[in-house]
């Protein structure tokens, strides 16, 4: 499989920790106690998600982006 985007959402938590979820990727839901750990799992379960729409032969959601340029990103980086 290539590799594709996957818009995630990322709540800080009032007990601490962070909830990821994607409004393109239904059932995408990862909670980690930092960021960079919350991503790591998101990005787990987006794999396990795709993985289950190819096995189907189910169409991948609209919103999954196939990069075929340059992209800018936004990463995580702790201080």
Do not use: W
């Amino acid at each position: 499989m290539s590799e594709v985007f996957v818009r995630l959402h990322i709540t800080p938590l009032a007990e601490g920790g962070y909830l990821a979820t994607s409004s393109i990727l239904p059932g995408l839901v990862a909670q980690g106690r930092t960021i960079a750990e919350t991503i790591e799992i998101a990005h787990d379960v987006a794999k396990k998600l795709i993985e289950s729409f190819e096995e189907h032969g189910d169409p991948l959601p609209a919103g999954i982006i196939k990069p075929e340029n340059d992209i800018d990103i936004d990463i995580a980086v702790g201080i």
